[in-house]
């Protein structure tokens, strides 16, 4: 299938329409809400609460013997749940850091959940089959009931990150202060958590337990580069994560064979490599040019400073002076010269320099910025 | 003259696991003074007006703010945490972390209106930061941030300021700046707490002073107590400060 038959699909076809809807409002809903897990410094308590949600699945299976996707993500919701507060409950009550704790917490349910799922497949039932996809997901499952209760999730989502915005964004930036206030920090911090969950399980059927966290976590450091107001971060993010999960499906649907899940993940990298690289203000790309830039600039007025020196000793300040004085001058180039020539701050004789008056009153600045400075 | 109690704290006794940070503290601060708390590393400074603000849950004791327990008198309450506290690459602006502190008397849910913008912009012109306003805070110098975090604390419009540490790692205008302000604070007949390291200033920035090491060593007028004997027991070794007189 090549791209443009894609598109003609994507409008066309039950099946496409279906994922692409699917695999967008899951991006758009993990992003915005993977934006406040980075702010947090909790970037890995996405991948332990998805590890942790395995053995839930496991367990409704068990007890319903349904592969009803909404049932098994129920039991996935509730073990997710469970093992993010013992997490907190961890943090909070031993000197255990969070990182040991994440990653105690997210080996032990992950461990336990693998266990519960080679039990199942040992059973003589041939219904078992096809619980692995919660392992690295699978698009293609995605039913329009599915896509319907994503959409629900994520306008409830919305709702309640608009009526709590001041309370969030002043919990992220300072938890002590927004507690002297008299707003209770525990029922905000459980309500962004509870969502950041419920987002994830969501998540599970497309992406998997293994690859979840990339979700929640490649758009909104994406997003942070290219903004620095909040608001514009979550916004950036949820486009991100809408546009990953687009060209996820799209690529997965044209090339044969292609999990939909690890290619979403994938697009999303792309987007955190090229926002690393080329965002204006903070892009490596950028940071690099601006810092030769400046060494660049640093080298010509020092070099002028010094000319300055020397023309100042004397009654006319264009009085010619050969080059070789400059070699007493560490730092001097010829390319340094050439550009004071093109700026027309010195001129150039055979082997005599001579400042001009725009060059004198530049450097002349330029000394009395430096005292300012000073 | 009989003043005031400001803030009031009964056997308060404040450990990490088993270690005792605070151990049975009483205090009375009057209205309206300045007051250095003062101690060694590790004394309970930070950890005493944490306990107070209800940052930190205490073993035992109670706070009371003007004869009322503390939750039923926030609004009278400021706080300035130490600037270290917080991850200054948050993704917001000098103005917007000031409006921060009308947000408790906003409430839940409401969103600050101009009214609310107004008062902002009154206090960063206060600390001096009103041309740093829409700037990225991660930009602002170190002595820039602790302004604007005094700024959210002069919005609040409170009666008892409390602050950790607001002259670590300024600059010596930055700390004139905000002595000033404390003292403007002062004479508007504010009471202002502030945990203090540097022993040589106590005398002239403030007038009143709390010895703390763990159990409080001794509180009252900077004049009265602030002399070696106290700084001896409180440092445990021979303290020599020339106090001017």
């Known amino acids: 299938m090549d791209f443009l038959e894609y598109i003609r699909l994507v409008f066309t076809d039950y099946t496409l329409r279906t994922i692409t809807l699917g695999t967008a409002i899951l991006g758009a809903v993990t992003g915005m809400l993977g934006s406040f897990a980075v702010l947090r410094k909790q970037s890995l308590l996405g991948d332990a609460i998805s590890h942790a949600a395995l053995p839930g699945i496991a367990i409704a299976f068990l007890i319903t013997g349904t592969k009803d996707s909404n049932v098994l993500l129920l039991g996935a919701l509730i073990s997710g749940l469970i093992g993010t507060f013992w997490i907190r409950g961890i943090i909070t009550k031993t000197h255990l850091k969070s990182d040991t704790a994440l990653g105690l917490i997210l080996s032990l349910f992950f ?23 919660y392992l690295f997901g699978q698009a293609a499952t995605l039913l329009e009931s599915d896509v319907w209760m994503m959409a629900t999730v994520t306008g409830i989502c919305l709702i309640i990150l608009l009526l709590f915005w001041k309370e969030f964004k002043m919990l992220l930036f300072d938890a002590d202060f927004t ?12 309500l962004i958590t509870s969502f950041i969950v419920l987002a994830i399980v969501l998540g599970l059927q497309t992406v998997g337990v293994v690859l979840m966290s990339a979700m929640l976590l490649a758009p909104a450091a994406a997003a942070r580069q290219w903004t620095n107001s909040l608001g514009k971060m979550v916004f950036l ?18 090339q044969n064979n292609l999990s939909t899940g690890p290619v979403i993940v994938i697009i999303a990298s792309v987007f955190v490599l090229v926002s690393f690289v080329f965002s204006p203000s903070r892009g490596l790309l950028f940071k690099q040019i601006r810092f030769i830039k400046n060494r660049r600039d640093l080298k010509l007025n020092k070099t002028l400073a010094f000319m300055y020196g020397i023309a100042e000793t004397h009654e006319n300040i264009s009085h010619p002076h050969t080059v070789k004085i400059l070699n007493n001058f560490q730092g001097f180039t010829k390319g340094t010269l050439q550009k004071l020539v093109h700026k027309n701050y010195v001129t150039l004789e055979g082997n005599m320099w001579s400042l001009t008056k725009k060059g004198f009153q530049a450097a002349s600045n330029l000394y009395n910025q430096q005292n300012d400075d000073e | 003259m009989a003043q005031k109690i400001a803030v009031k704290v009964d056997d308060l006794t ?17 209205e309206g003074v300045l007051m250095a708390i003062v101690g060694p590393n590790g004394a309970g400074k930070s950890t005493l007006i944490k306990s107070i603000l209800g940052i930190l849950k205490p073993i035992a004791g109670s706070v009371s703010i003007y004869d009322k327990p503390y939750e039923k008198q926030r609004q009278l309450v400021a706080y300035v945490p130490q600037k270290g506290s917080v991850d200054w690459d948050f993704p917001t602006t000098a103005l917007d972390v000031v409006m921060m502190g009308t947000y408790g008397s906003l409430g839940w849910i409401k969103r600050p209106k101009q009214k609310e913008k107004k008062q902002a912009l009154e206090a960063l012109e206060k600390v001096g930061m009103l041309p740093f306003k829409n700037r990225q805070i991660s930009q602002l110098s170190g002595g820039q941030q602790q302004r604007i975090f005094l700024a959210r604390a002069l919005v609040q419009n409170a009666s008892i300021y409390f602050m950790d540490e607001p002259f670590q790692g300024v600059d010596a205008t930055t700390e004139i700046a905000i002595i000033n302000i404390l003292k403007e604070l002062r004479k508007a007949g504010k009471t202002v707490i502030v945990v203090h390291h540097d022993l040589q200033t106590v005398p002239e920035y403030f007038d009143w002073v709390t010895f703390l090491n763990v159990k409080k060593i001794a509180t009252g007028p900077v004049k009265d107590i602030f002399n070696d004997d106290n700084l001896t027991k409180t440092y445990g070794i021979n303290y020599k400060v020339s106090i001017q007189e």
């Open chain 1, 237 to 254: 993010a949820a486009i991100f994560g809408a546009l990953s999960g687009v060209f996820g499906t799209a690529v997965s649907a044209t």
């Open chain 1, 111 to 133: 461990g336990f959940g693998m266990l519960l799922l080679t039990f199942i497949q040992k059973q003589p039932n041939a219904n078992q089959a096809g619980l692995d996809k």
């Open chain 1, 179 to 190: 507690k002297t206030l008299g707003f209770n920090t525990k029922a905000i911090d459980i």
């Open chain 2, 14 to 30: 404040v450990a990490y696991n088993y270690k005792p940070v605070l151990w049975d503290i009483d205090l009375e601060i009057p």
